[in-house]
Structures are given as C-alpha cells and as structure tokens.
C-alpha cells in the first residue's frame, strides 16, 4: 500500500510563529525536527495498519526544503526541492493521501491562517471557502485518492470534517489568535498522531476521494486590484471585481492547474501588486 503524505509546516506540533518556520531563521532547525517527528508518527501508525511504501511531499514554501531526510523513518522516500509547487508530484499513483502539518484558512482568526501567499484573501471552490488543506484533497480525489488525516491547527481539522466526513483529525495546537496558540504536549500528540494513521490506514475501506462537482468555480478575492487584474490576463480567469477573478471548469485537475498559475503570476517581480502595501 503506498501512501502519499504531504508536510506543511504552520500545523506542526510544536510550532508557534511564522518567525519559526522560514529557512535562515534561527528556530529553523528546531521546526525542521518537529515536523520530522510528527511525519514519523504518522508513518510508524500508518505501517501498524499493514502500510508499506511512504512518499513524503515536502509541501512548504517555495524552497520545499524543511524535513530532515535523515531523520526521517527508514522506509520514507523523500520528494522535494524546486521547481515544485503546491502538491504537483501527487498522482494516481497512491491509495491514500495524509496531510501532516496543516493551517486555518486566510481570514479566519487562527493560528498562521492563509492560503499560500498573503495575496490570497479568500478562496473558494464553488462559493464555498476553501483552505490549503481541502484545495490538497480535492486535488487528490481527481486522482480518486482518498485524503484519510489530517494533523494540525484546531481550524484546520474542523474544516477537513466539514469536507471530508470521515477524516481522522489529530489536532496540534489550539488557536488563539493569528498570531498565538496553545500548543498541546509533543509526546502526546506524537502517540495521538501514531494511533490516529493506524485507524486511518486500517479503515481504508470506509473513506471516500473528495469529489468536488463540476462544473467547479474557483473564486479567489485578491489583497489588491493590481494582483487582480494580473491573474485575469490568464484566458479563462475572468475578473468579477475589483479585486475578485472567478474561472470555472469541468475538471479540478485545470483548476488546479489555474491555481498553480496564480500562484507563479501573484510571486513574479512583474506583478506590481506583489510589493504594494495597501
Ligand atoms: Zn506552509
């Protein structure tokens, strides 16, 4: 059985700010053996339940270059480093998806909400609000995988629930506000994480690919005008408002790829909307 395991950092046992979590910082080191900790975890549970292969998307920043590969479990195989971006080496390939790591979305009050980059205020598929986490298992499930945990933010599991009913949560710290949380004893979730993968891997059979119905539209409500009007240029993203673009299609696996897109046109030099300060 081969699982693809994506590792966000924000959501990680242990981990408080983003001061915390960006290469160079002087607590990077630290993070970097927290979030190792919490992927062993899952992968030591998840191989109790009969679990054999493990591919581990490093799936934080723009570097994606955080676990420690040396200590990582011995049967994990590791994925990172440029040119990736979001989830792009998930394929069909898998039998289940687990999400290690993960935030509240931009605009809630929670701990290190966003959605990939500041610039994103508000995404939704299909008018609903959408967070990095259900954007990963919708990916998935196009690829009829089934996203079966969630490790993280108290918000972050609350939303999984809501989109994917029969999620297993392992919440990592509760949130205070963006920018404080109450982070629950490591051990302690260390072991929650563990037992948490065994059930999520031993109910394999109950747990269903999240399908979101076509046709899709993807709303994204931008920080500034400027950014806006970049992302519209894009045939097919059309701009709603000011700061609003809406794209609709039959298939997630475009919106996906829109949403790449975006993300490479939102961090270029070339958008003038990437420095402004409102
Ligand atoms: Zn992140």
Redesign the pocket.
């Known amino acids: 059985m081969r699982l693809a395991i994506s590792v966000?950092?924000?959501g990680i046992s242990g981990i408080v700010s983003f001061k915390q979590?960006e290469a160079g910082s002087p607590e990077f080191q630290r993070a970097q053996r927290l979030a190792t900790a919490d992927v062993n975890s899952a992968i030591a549970g998840a191989r109790e339940a009969g679990a054999t292969r493990f591919f581990v998307h490093d799936t934080?920043?723009r570097d994606q270059i955080n676990l420690l590969i040396d200590e990582l479990d011995d049967s994990a195989e590791y994925i990172g480093g440029q040119p990736m971006l979001l989830w792009e080496a998930l394929s069909a390939d898998y039998d289940a998806a687990l999400l290690i790591g993960y935030?509240g979305r931009a605009g809630l009050v929670s701990i290190m909400s966003h959605v990939y980059s500041d610039l994103f205020c508000d995404v939704r598929l299909s008018g609903k609000p959408a967070g990095e986490g259900v954007l990963a298992a919708a990916l998935a499930g196009y690829y009829d995988v089934p996203t079966i945990l969630v490790t993280g933010s108290d918000d972050a599991c609350v939303e999984m629930r809501e989109w994917c009913p029969t999620i297993e949560t392992v919440e990592t710290k509760v949130s205070l506000s963006r920018y404080a949380t109450r982070c629950l004893p490591l051990k302690g979730t260390w072991a929650n994480i563990r037992e948490a993968a065994r059930r999520a891997v031993a109910g394999l059979p109950n747990h269903t690919p999240l399908k979101i119905h076509s046709p899709i539209t993807l709303e994204v409500r931008w920080r500034n005008n400027q950014t806006a009007r970049s992302v519209a240029l894009m045939p097919g993203v059309e701009q709603t408002d000011q700061e609003t673009t809406s794209f609709t299609h039959e298939d997630y696996a475009e919106v996906d790829r829109v949403l790449k897109a975006m993300l490479h046109i939102v961090l270029s030099p070339l958008n003038a909307g990437h420095v402004q300060v409102p």
């Open positions: 966000d950092m924000e979590i934080h920043s935030h």
